[in-house]
Nanobody, 114 residues
Framework: VQLVESGGGSVQPGGSLNLSCAAS????????MNWYRQAPGKEREWIAG????????YYADSVKGRFTISRDNAKNTVYLQMNSLKFEDTAVYYC????????WGQGTQVTVSS
């Protein structure tokens, strides 16, 4: 299993970023995919999840209405569109799937600053 995140960077408050996670080594189209983040000095927190059948999405209250998780099964990629970014969204963002064990990417840094 390999997960590779990209798309992080620095952005001003109110800005947008679109993160990508390229997946390989497992049956992506039938796997639930998640995004987590970890801010400095804090525990890693779940922020968004996407099911397989029906494509149901789930969000933490902290990002609901601002972030959108989606997937492209043809590209084995899951995305996180982040809008209306706030200072408190600054963190390392991780892609995750659970296939008997938790698998993580290396993370991508998102910094929101003025």
């Amino acid at each position: 299993v390999q997960l590779v995140e990209s798309g992080g960077g620095s952005v001003q408050p109110g800005g947008s970023l679109n993160l990508s996670c390229a997946a390989s080594g497992f049956a992506f189209s039938v796997s639930v995919m998640n995004w987590y983040r970890q801010a400095p000095g804090k525990e890693r927190e779940w922020i968004a999840g996407l099911s397989t059948i029906g494509g149901s999405t789930y969000y933490a209250d902290s990002v609901k209405g601002r972030f959108t998780i989606s997937r492209d099964n043809a590209k084995n990629t899951v995305y996180l569109q982040m809008n209306s970014l706030k200072f408190e969204d600054t963190a390392v963002y991780y892609c995750n799937t659970h296939r008997g064990a938790n698998y993580w990417g290396q993370g991508t840094q998102v910094t929101v600053s003025s």
